[in-house]
């Protein structure tokens, strides 16, 4: 073996050498019921290049619903498009075929054959398209993934473009099969959850002609794949629908492809303005998060986008020069809504032990606070330091100092890194002052502004304070209705 030029690809801790003189094609096919994929792969001595100078395979049809009782069996795999290979990696590919019948004619469920010859007559027209491919999770039991077992989840809202380990399921599948189809070289350009617990949705384009259908098929192979690696299974709902005149059938094709009659289609219509720029420590690389501003379809600010109104303030008093500083307590919740760290049925010991600890028996979640405290620190955020609270599961992290409306900024993205920490470890967050379990003698949690402008912190600053404290309290109720989503009422529970 040491005579040969090997490449170590290793998978699930076992190290596979490959002779780098051999070459791997694995060829892809939809199966007789016209939605399943089938694949099988062979060694090649060398990469034949263009997809006309693979060689043709064969498969015996009678096994995919492709042969009928009594027929020859043999089926014909033509290659049609070639892409590279995440899976075995180096120079290896997945070959998207045709299959042809033992007359070499295309089969009952070969579409692609017929695309073509359309494509081929109005290749003239320079056709683009675009798709946009959603999908649902099950466990190995078919059961939705994220779905409680007896019952059915919350109703919709909470998991459209969400976080959190109570509202996503399935997202490091989702990651891996992006990063798969960018290596694929697909022409992938989003991704985001969906209206239903374990619901997402990719969108592919712009494509060329025959190349959106190819690459399709190609991209929910690729998801079939990941998705055998976490132990769930994909499936699909396609919405097809004939619309010789799209205006004449705009609303019946809407109810079709939206089986919401439409009011899914209305989050496309909310226009995302890129407010700040991050950089990913999830993806990591170039990648970067993008906090960002919601505007209606109007192009003004979405009643809950408050960062415009405090941009306008900010720009006001700019010239003061404003610091300000953050504490956010949070509260680490499992799967099943109960504080992480509390017995079952009943409470914790009485505060006191908790606060600042170390032990076993006194601290719950480290791991996560100290992924999220180096996910802020890679995204660039001035977070400068953590603690553990009072509670069992509670903990508090600082920012600051930020400049304007640079603090709002962070806060928000330094809440998103930490429900994105929590998911991968299985639980989930809460900002809430009170959880129901919680009440009583257990302290809440908050998150607690520090401000000061640049007259403030000079000498004398002492009596600027003593200036502002009157203007402060006469907005008081204002300030905390802004504050606090819900006018006040979190604030009360405090």
């Known amino acids: 073996m040491t005579n040969f030029d090997v490449k170590a690809i290793l998978h699930s801790e076992l190290a596979v050498y490959f002779v780098a003189m051999y070459f791997l094609a694995t060829y892809i096919w939809v199966d007789g019921t016209g939605e399943n994929l089938r694949e099988k792969t062979r060694t090649l001595e060398n990469d034949p290049g263009a997809p006309e100078n693979y060689p043709r395979w064969s498969f015996d049809g009678s096994s995919t619903y492709q042969a009928l009782k009594g027929e020859d069996s043999d089926m014909i795999l033509k290659p049609a498009a070639v892409y590279p290979d995440p899976f075995f990696g180096g120079n290896h590919k997945l070959v998207l075929c045709e299959v042809l019948d033992p007359h070499e004619k295309p089969a009952k469920t070969n579409h692609r054959a017929k695309c073509k010859e359309v494509m081929d007559k109005i290749d003239h027209t320079n056709p683009w398209f675009g798709m946009e491919q959603e999908y649902l999770f099950l466990d190995r039991d078919g059961h939705p993934l994220g779905w409680p077992k007896f019952g059915f989840p919350k109703p919709q809202g909470p998991y459209y473009c969400a976080v959190g380990g109570d509202r996503i399921f399935g997202r490091e599948i989702v990651n891996t099969h992006y990063r798969a189809s960018i290596y694929a070289g697909l022409a992938i350009f989003g991704i985001n959850s969906e209206v239903t617990p374990g619901q997402w949705e990719y969108q592919l384009g712009q494509c ?287």
Request: with cysteine.
């Open 208 to 494: 060329r002609g025959i190349e959106m259908g190819d690459q399709m098929w190609m991209s929910r192979y690729l998801l079939h794949r990941v998705a055998e690696q976490f132990g769930v299974t994909v499936t699909f709902h396609p919405k097809p629908a004939a619309m010789p005149k799209l205006e004449a059938t705009h609303k019946e094709c809407i109810r079709v492809y939206d089986p919401h009659d439409g009011e899914d289609n209305k989050h496309r219509y909310t226009s995302r303005i890129p407010a700040a720029v991050y950089p990913d420590p999830f993806f990591g690389g170039n990648h970067k998060l993008v906090l960002c501003e919601v505007l209606d379809p109007h192009e003004k600010p979405a009643k809950t986008n408050h960062r415009a109104k405090c941009k306008e303030v900010m720009d006001k008093i700019d010239h003061t020069n404003p610091w300000f500083g953050m504490e956010q307590e949070y509260l680490f919740l499992d799967r099943d809504g109960h504080p992480l760290g509390w017995p079952k049925f009943g409470f914790p010991k009485p505060q006191g032990p908790y606060y600042c600890a170390v032990g076993g028996d006194r601290i719950f979640g480290r791991e996560i606070v100290n992924t999220h405290y180096r996910a802020s620190i890679y995204a660039g955020l001035a977070i400068f330091g953590i603690n553990s609270e009072v509670t069992p599961g509670q903990w508090e992290y600082q920012l600051g100092q930020c400049r304007g409306i640079e603090m709002g900024d962070q806060m928000w993205m330094s809440r998103y890194l930490l429900h994105r920490v929590a998911e991968q470890f299985g639980v989930t967050v809460t900002f809430h002052p009170k959880p129901a379990i919680t009440k009583g003698n257990w302290n809440g949690a908050g998150c607690r502004c520090n401000f000061s402008t640049e007259e403030m912190r000079g000498e004398g600053g002492t009596a600027a304070i003593e200036a502002a404290m009157p203007k402060l309290e006469a907005t008081h109720k204002e300030c905390i209705r802004v504050y606090d989503p819900y006018d006040g009422e979190d604030k009360k529970h405090r």
